[in-house]
């Protein structure tokens, strides 16, 4: 079947889309002050990660806080302690590809962690009295939302009812447009 342009039409469909997305690595320094004065690093890990996003402008503001356990010795290496803080972060995430005829009630943001909070390395500080604790992230966000959606459309050939919904993937593989 061969289709002119004049054949065919579009239609408007709202529909929930991403109207935007982006995404941002980054590594911190954060500052632990034991109880004890630290000898040496026994292990580093981060866990109970939560957080939250809100779209601000054309970015997303991630608000999130996570605990960073460091396990040391201390007093000449004779005893160990576990150094717990808990620490926050703001990340501002840029969105590329937005969509500005998003409708402005409609839109949620969806935070996604794309690498968990990972501690790289955990060190004395010179004089002894702080742990710093460089950590890694890597987020995701997406903005969704209504939007419109263009779709052509055509009008299709008399059949029968039955007969349309047998043939209809074959009569759309048949379809051919006409400048």
Not at 58 to 72: A, K, L, P, Q
Not at 89 to 108: F, G, K, P, T
Request: charged share 25%; with cysteine.
């Amino acid at each position: 079947m061969v289709l002119s342009k004049d054949d065919l039409s579009y239609r408007e469909i709202v529909a929930n889309a991403v109207c935007g997305r982006g995404s941002k690595y980054s590594q911190t320094t954060y500052t632990l002050r034991p109880a004890n004065r630290p000898t040496t690093i026994g292990g580093c890990w981060v866990m109970n990660h939560h957080y939250d996003g809100l779209l601000v402008g054309d970015y997303v503001e991630v608000r999130g806080r996570f605990d960073v356990n460091v396990w040391y010795s201390y007093n000449n290496n004779s005893e160990t302690a576990v150094a717990k803080d808990t620490v926050s972060y703001v990340e501002q995430i840029a969105l590329r590809d937005l969509d500005l005829d998003c409708v402005r009630d409609s839109r949620q943001v969806d935070v996604r962690v794309l690498q968990n909070p990972n501690c790289l390395d955990a060190t004395v500080t010179g004089n002894g009295s702080e742990i710093l604790v460089r950590v890694e992230k890597e987020l995701g966000v997406e903005l969704v939302g209504q939007t419109k959606l263009a779709v052509v459309t055509c009008q299709i050939p008399s059949k029968k009812e039955d007969d349309f919904y047998d043939d209809s993937v074959s009569l759309l593989e048949e379809v051919e447009i006409e400048d």
